[in-house]
């Protein structure tokens, strides 16, 4: 199996610092679009014009407005997309919508330093085991035989690539490296190599 996994641009919430997680359909602001745009430029110099591949997204708004700008550069119709809610962020409970700093200031720290993902299972959230999990039953469903990209989330992608590729053990879970907002992966026999280097931010928020 061939799968190109993308993390999503930039968001109001990115730039705002807050708690995005699964459901909150936020918009890319103007650095996103042009961060999208750079990812649509360069899978189009990889794939050429119109490339027969199956494109396939987190229902996110965030994920859909990016997918629909590499839709454009590859010549591909945006209702080709298909959605998964497999592919969300992680749900973070309690904390959607608030300031990773009222948080920290309420409970203490919640990024793990080392690693760059929450230390703290958001309350009423979700944690990496139920995450790997929905993404395992996801990967079930691909055709092998088929290329696919992807465009995910911050969090859900490193569970992702873990599951794919390896990275390092997290409460039960093989988590990945980071990469910031707009990095395309190319993935293939338990194998990575990055496509494009986003210029996004480098953090362990929910994105």
């Given amino acids: 199996m061939l799968l190109y996994l993308a993390r999503h641009a930039e968001t109001v919430y990115n730039a705002g610092a807050r708690m995005q997680g699964h ?39 965030r994920t859909l407005q990016t997918m629909s700008v590499v839709c454009e550069h590859l010549e591909r119709d945006f209702f080709d997309v298909t959605t998964d809610e497999r592919l969300l962020e992680i749900d973070v409970g309690d904390w959607q919508g608030r300031r990773y700093a009222d948080i920290v200031a309420d409970i203490g720290p919640i990024i793990d330093p080392a690693l760059h993902v929450f230390s703290v299972p958001p309350p009423n959230g979700e944690w990496y085991p139920a995450i790997a999990a929905r993404l395992t039953a996801w990967l079930a469903t691909l055709d092998p035989a088929r290329t696919t990209l992807v465009i995910s989330h911050g969090i859900t992608a490193r569970v992702l690539r873990g599951l794919l590729v390896g990275g390092t053990d997290y409460a039960g879970v093989r988590i990945a490296s980071n990469a910031p907002q707009g990095t395309v992966f190319r993935i293939e026999d338990g194998a990575e190599t990055p496509l494009f280097i986003g210029s996004g931010a480098l953090s362990g928020r929910a994105a």
Avoid: K, N, W, Y
């Fill in 23 to 61: 459901m909150t359909h936020t918009p890319l602001t103007r650095v996103g679009f042009g961060q999208a745009e750079a990812m649509g430029a360069a899978l189009r110099d990889h794939f050429g014009p119109a490339p027969d591949i199956d494109l396939c997204a987190s229902p996110s708004g």
